[in-house]
């Protein structure tokens, strides 16, 4: 049996020391006040963490998103979870933890244990940054919904990044959200670059008009971003 196939068949057992729901619990009554006290909006309520199984979340995904999927969105929603690390579902308002993303990234990651706890730290982060913008964001009435989950992620992705202060895990994070290579906001290009794109966009109205102009193009994109 070769490392990386020991190492999965490991990481189960040994993954449940490394993260557990007591150490979630005690990152999120830390990151949500972070998060408020960073963007200035308060959560309407707090979400609970817990870490679940892929087919758990398949089974609480139409109570969790409000309907059932037709063929597309199913496809959109296996490809998510299967690439996601923790994912809100707003119905729900629960953000649940991947538990066989977990174990695969711990089984990778057998040489820098020390990082993986940060790096579910960061992605939580992350999806705690979802929940406020579900709970406090009002989109306008023009809006487009590919306009509004663009913003989402990139606002997501910015204050993540601010509340990540382990350098590596949040190298990772960026990597596994797709963030780490070019940005575009051209609507044909991969929902990665311009994810990228808009976390840059919100970036620069930071540093220059401040939380203020991040929410209202939160709410109401820029063409660019449609």
Request: charged content about 20%; hydrophobic content about 45%; some cysteine.
């Amino acid at each position: 049996m070769n490392a990386l196939l020991l190492s999965l068949v490991l990481a189960p057992a040994a993954f449940a020391g490394v993260v557990t729901e007591d150490d979630i619990a005690a990152w999120v009554g830390e990151l949500a006040p972070q998060i408020e006290a960073e963007t200035g909006r308060t959560f309407v309520e707090v979400p609970t963490v817990e870490i679940q199984d892929r087919a758990t979340l398949r089974s609480l995904a139409p109570s969790g998103f409000g309907r059932t999927f037709g063929p597309a969105e199913e496809v959109e929603f296996e490809v998510a979870l299967e690439g996601s690390f923790a994912m809100y579902l707003p119905g729900l308002q629960r953000i649940f933890v991947v538990k066989e993303s977990v174990e695969y990234a711990f089984a990778r990651m057998l040489d820098q244990q020390d990082t993986l706890a940060p790096f579910v730290r960061c992605a939580v982060a992350h999806e705690l940054v979802h929940t406020l913008v579900d709970q406090r964001v009002r989109a306008e009435p023009t809006t487009s919904a590919d306009g509004l989950r663009t913003m989402n992620e990139g606002v997501a992705t910015f204050v993540g990044d601010r509340l990540c202060p382990v350098r590596r895990a949040r190298s990772l994070n960026r990597s596994f959200l797709g963030m780490d290579g070019l940005s575009s906001a051209d609507p044909r290009e991969p929902a990665s670059q311009r994810y990228g794109f808009a976390e840059r966009y919100l970036r620069m109205v930071h540093a220059s008009r401040g939380w203020l102009a991040v929410w209202a193009a939160v709410a109401d994109p820029p063409p660019l971003a449609v």
